[in-house]
């Protein structure tokens, strides 16, 4: 074996000791930079869209997720961290880290340290969730409702709307606080996705439920009950893309209101003649909510599994939203869709609703309407079982 190899090789095994040995968290101390719990994580103060996985001795930053090359993994290493906030190459990341492992400790390869976590069955993912959403389940959604008429904003007939196809619900979570639950089915009516925020405008909590499949996001068509037994979904209307749920409410808000002036939208002529065909509508077009645009991809997926030719990117309007808008249309050209964008007047959908909104006395007026037409129609009482079956 001749000299460089022998270095290669030396290089190649201090590499795999230093991604072993290095706890990338520390090495973000160390470097300056500030980390606070997050629930079971960390997030670093600086970057708040940067998050530490502990267990994997890696992190992500979901801000910039969107312009991994496809097949990438998002979860990254202490070379990583060092190139991406501290502004070195790999040489001079090398050398940082090179001098801090112990070349007497044993390498255990990751494999045999961590065992793969398997994918759920469509099953086990929905009783998983099920089981999860049973806990606290209130069996009214009184908070919610008030929650996302008063404070979001939102039209009450479509608060309803989403109530009564079990899309929303209310959980009382171990502090006693209410949460609004926003409910995620796959094609075939199983539960895929749960996101929870707190009813509250003062409160900061949300998140997301263990064991969600973000393959599947938020999807929703207003014309079907997407958590029946397998619905009869339409997918050749074109589907309009938010991030949150509450912004997929807020858009199909002011659609509803005749609120999406295209002009002061700046709609461009494509994105008008389709709003136009669709009469603006909400009930003819599919809704997805990806939670985030780290979830970029269920987009990607979504695109593959339904079968959707025509969909509408309306993400926040800041520079990850606007990335994601490129990111998509770069990914998605040769795919043999038509790609439209739209973004909201102010930071987001539900801002732009909230700036709309008429006074609060006629929106609670036709609550109270709705609410009395409701209860004539069902049973005041809901099975918690029954409410969330398969």
């Excluded at 906030?85 to 001079?92: A, Q």
């Excluded at 919610?144 to 009382?172: C, G, H």
């Excluded at 075939?188 to 599947?216: H, I, P, Q, V, W």
Aim: positive net charge; proline residues 3%.
């Amino acid at each position: 074996m001749d000299f460089k190899q022998r270095l290669y090789n030396a290089r190649k095994a201090n590499i795999a000791k230093i991604k072993d040995q290095i706890n990338v968290m520390d090495l973000a101390q160390e470097m300056g930079f500030h980390i606070v719990r997050h629930g079971a994580l960390f997030r670093m103060v600086e970057h708040d869209s940067c998050v530490f996985y502990p267990d994997k001795n890696a992190y992500r930053r979901f801000s910039n997720e969107y312009t991994l090359r496809e097949n990438q993994s998002v979860y990254k290493d202490v070379f990583s961290f060092l190139m991406e906030f501290c502004d070195m190459d790999f040489n001079k990341a090398y050398n940082h880290l090179v001098a801090k492992i112990d070349p007497e400790k044993a390498f255990v390869p990751k494999a045999e340290r961590i065992e793969k976590k398997q994918r759920l069955t469509a099953q086990q993912r929905t009783m998983s969730l099920q089981e999860k959403l049973k806990k606290g389940l209130d069996s009214n959604c009184k908070n919610a409702i008030a929650y996302l008429i008063q404070v979001r904003k939102i039209d009450p007939s479509i608060v309803f709307e989403f109530v009564n196809k079990r899309m929303i619900m209310q959980q009382t979570n171990d502090y006693g606080k209410k949460n609004v639950v926003f409910l995620g089915y796959d094609e075939n009516g199983m539960l895929a996705c749960c996101e929870y925020r707190a009813c509250s405008s003062t409160a900061t909590a949300k998140g997301s439920f263990k064991d969600c499949d973000y393959d599947y996001g938020w999807m929703y068509e207003p014309e079907v009950d997407g958590s029946s037994f397998c619905p009869s979904h339409d997918w050749s209307k074109p589907c309009i893309v938010t991030e949150s749920a509450i912004d997929r409410m807020a858009l199909m808000s002011l659609m509803k209101n005749r609120q999406l002036n295209p002009k002061d939208y700046g709609f461009s002529n494509d994105v008008v003649a389709l709003f136009e065909k669709c009469e603006y509508d909400y009930k003819k077009f599919n809704w997805l909510s990806i939670g985030s645009v780290q979830h970029f991809n269920t987009i990607l997926k979504s695109v593959e599994r339904y079968g959707i030719k025509e969909w509408v990117i309306a993400p926040d309007n800041d520079k990850y939203g606007k990335g994601l808008i490129s990111a998509m249309e770069s990914r998605l050209e040769d795919k043999g869709v038509i790609i439209h964008s739209i973004l909201p007047k102010s930071k987001d959908w539900d801002q732009d609703c909230i700036n709309l909104s008429s006074p609060l006395q006629e929106r609670l007026k036709q609550a109270q309407r709705l609410q009395s037409q409701d209860n004539d129609k069902k049973e005041p009482n809901i099975d918690k079982d029954k409410q969330i079956a398969i």
